[in-house]
C-alpha cells in the first residue's frame, strides 16, 4: 500500500481536483448536524464532524428510488445509467466505511445482486478520514474502527498533516493528478500516526461486549427485556433510517389513474414499522412493538452473525442519537446481558425473572439476506 | 440588429471587473458582473449569458472551482463557456496541476494578468462557437419534428 502525506493546509487544493473524478459530497452542517451532501464552498466542509446524520447508505440506496419506467407505447426505460453517474464521497469515518463493506455483502456478493446499489458503488469513490470518538461511538467494540478494505484514500490526521493512505489504484489515479500536493511521509510521520492510533484507540469510551452476544441472544429470547423496550419503543423507524446497515425496502409501482405507464419506486423500510411483516390475508408476524424491536436486535446482532460472520452493527452511535424514546444499543446488550437495567444501571443477571426455555432454532427466518424485502 | 452577446464576469477584484467589463463593453458585449460564486451563480441562472468569465481566488482560494461545479449543475449553464482568470498558479505554486488536463469543466485557463487582444479573441470564438452548437441543434429539430 502507497502510503503518502500533504500539509492540513493543502486540503482544499486537493479537493479542487476531486471533481475531475465525480460530483464530490462531504460532511457539510445541516440545522444541528452533518450530512454528506454537496459543498458550495471548501469552508462548508467539517473534517473534525462526530456523525452525519444519515450514513453513506443513503448515496448507493437512496430513500426513495425511482428504478424504471414502464409505458405500453414506449416501452421499458432503465435509469441504471443514472445510477452509474461517477461521485467522490469525501470525508468517511471507518465505521462507515464498515457500513458499505457490510452491504457489499449483501448486496454485490451475495445470490442476490442489486444492480443499482453496485452501479454506485463501483463509481463512487470513497475517501476516508479518522474520527475522534466520542460518547455515541462504540465501533471499537464493533471492530470497525479501522479498516483495510473499501476506500480509495484514506487521510489519518497527523497534526499539520494529513497521513495518506493509497488503498486502490483509483486512489492511485487522484494521487497521480494532484501529484505535487504530496510529499514522502519521514519516519517520525510513521511514529506520530502510531501514537495517535493508539490513543484513538484508548478514546473510545463506551464499549460493549460482543464475544458471544449471539448465544446470549439465543438464551435470552423469551427474556422481559423486549416486552420492556416495546413498552418504550414507539415504532417509529428512526433507528432503521440512520443505520449505516439497514437495508430493507418496499417496492411498488407508480402509475396515473387511468394511465397504463408508471415506474417502479422503492422507498426505505422498516422492520419496526406495524406493516414490515403484514402480508396477504392481513396475517402480521410481528404485529406487537417487543417483538419488532426483538427482530431488529437478533437481525443485527445474531442473524447476521450467523450469515456473514459478524454482527451488522458497525458502533456509528446513530440509532441512540436518533431514538426519541432513548433506547441505546448499548444499554440494550448489557440488559441482555444481565448487566444493566432499562435506564442502563448495573445490575445482576438474576434480574431476568422471564427466562424461558430456548427454541431449537428461533428466529432462523430472520437471517436472510432479503429479510424484509 | 441582432441582440449584443453577454458576458458574466465573477471576480471579487473591482478593478479587474471593471477593466475587463469596459475592454468587452467596447467591443459590443453586455457585461454583467457579480463578485463572489454564489452571487455569480444566481446572475447566471437567471441571465444565462453567451460566456462567463470567472475568478478562482475570491472568498476563499479555491471558490472559483466549486462556483465552476454549480455551473455545470444548472442544466441551461452545462454548455456555456467558461473562461476561468485565474493567478492561482503564481500564488500557489504548489499547485501545479495541469487546467488543460481535463480536470476542470472549463472551456479554457486564462492566467492572469490577462492579455486584452487574447481574451477578446478567446470571447469571440467561444460564443461563435456556442451559437452554431445552437443553430446546429435548431437544425437537427427541426429535420427530426
Known sequence: ?373 | MTTPRSVLIIDDDPDFAQAVGGLLASSGYEVMTASNGRDGLDLAKKAQPDLILLDVMMTERTEGFFTLQQIRRVPALQHTPVIVVSSIYTDQPVFRVNPDAGWLPASLFLPKPVDPARLLQEAARLIGELAQTKADQRHVGSVTR
Not at chain 1, 452533518?34 to 452525519?52: K, Q
Not at chain 1, 441504471?80 to 454485490?108: C, K, Q, S
Open chain 1, 1 to 373: 500500500m502507497k502510503i503518502l502525506k500533504t500539509p492540513k493546509k493543502h486540503l482544499d487544493l486537493f479537493a479542487s481536483v476531486l471533481p475531475a473524478f465525480g460530483e464530490v459530497y462531504a460532511p457539510v452542517r445541516r440545522g444541528r448536524g452533518y450530512a454528506f451532501d454537496r459543498p458550495a464552498l471548501w469552508s462548508e466542509v467539517h473534517m473534525d464532524y462526530p456523525r452525519t446524520i444519515l450514513p453513506p447508505r443513503k448515496l448507493f440506496l437512496p430513500p426513495r428510488e425511482l428504478m424504471f419506467h414502464f409505458d405500453p407505447t414506449r416501452g421499458y426505460r432503465s435509469l441504471l445509467e443514472e445510477a452509474a453517474t461517477p461521485r467522490v464521497l469525501f470525508g468517511v469515518h471507518a465505521y462507515d466505511i464498515y457500513g458499505l463493506n457490510i452491504l457489499d455483502r449483501v448486496f454485490a456478493q451475495g445470490p442476490y445482486r442489486d444492480p443499482y446499489y453496485m452501479a454506485r458503488r463501483q463509481n463512487t469513490i470513497i475517501i476516508g478520514v479518522d474520527v475522534d470518538p466520542d460518547e455515541g461511538h462504540f465501533a471499537r467494540s464493533m471492530n470497525a474502527d479501522f479498516v483495510d478494505k473499501g476506500f480509495d484514500l484514506f487521510l489519518s490526521d497527523l497534526g499539520d498533516h494529513w497521513l495518506i493512505l493509497v488503498g486502490t489504484s483509483r486512489g492511485d489515479d487522484i494521487v497521480v493528478k494532484s501529484g505535487s500536493l504530496f510529499e514522502e511521509p519521514s519516519a517520525d510521520d510513521f511514529d506520530e500516526y502510531k501514537r495517535r492510533s493508539t490513543s484513538r484507540r484508548a478514546a473510545y469510551r463506551t464499549q460493549v461486549e460482543m464475544g458471544d452476544l449471539p448465544e446470549i441472544l439465543e438464551m435470552e429470547y423469551h427474556s422481559q427485556v423486549w416486552e420492556e423496550l416495546g413498552a418504550k419503543c414507539l415504532s417509529c423507524g428512526s433507528c432503521s433510517m440512520v443505520c449505516p446497515t439497514c437495508y430493507c425496502f418496499d417496492v411498488a409501482d407508480e402509475a396515473a389513474l387511468g394511465s397504463r405507464a408508471g415506474s417502479r419506486v422503492r422507498t426505505w423500510d422498516s422492520c419496526l414499522f406495524k406493516t414490515h411483516a403484514l402480508v396477504a390475508g392481513g396475517e402480521n408476524f410481528r404485529h406487537t412493538r417487543a417483538s419488532r424491536i426483538k427482530f431488529r436486535f437478533y437481525h443485527k446482532q445474531r442473524g447476521f452473525v450467523a450469515e456473514y460472520g459478524r454482527p451488522s452493527c458497525v458502533g456509528c452511535g446513530r440509532c441512540a442519537a436518533s431514538c426519541p424514546a432513548g433506547i441505546d444499543i448499548t444499554t440494550v446488550i448489557k440488559m441482555i446481558r444481565g448487566q444493566a437495567d432499562a435506564h442502563g444501571d448495573r445490575t445482576t443477571p438474576a434480574s431476568n425473572p422471564a427466562r424461558e426455555p430456548v427454541p431449537a432454532a428461533p428466529g432462523a427466518h430472520l437471517v436472510h439476506p432479503t429479510a424484509g424485502v
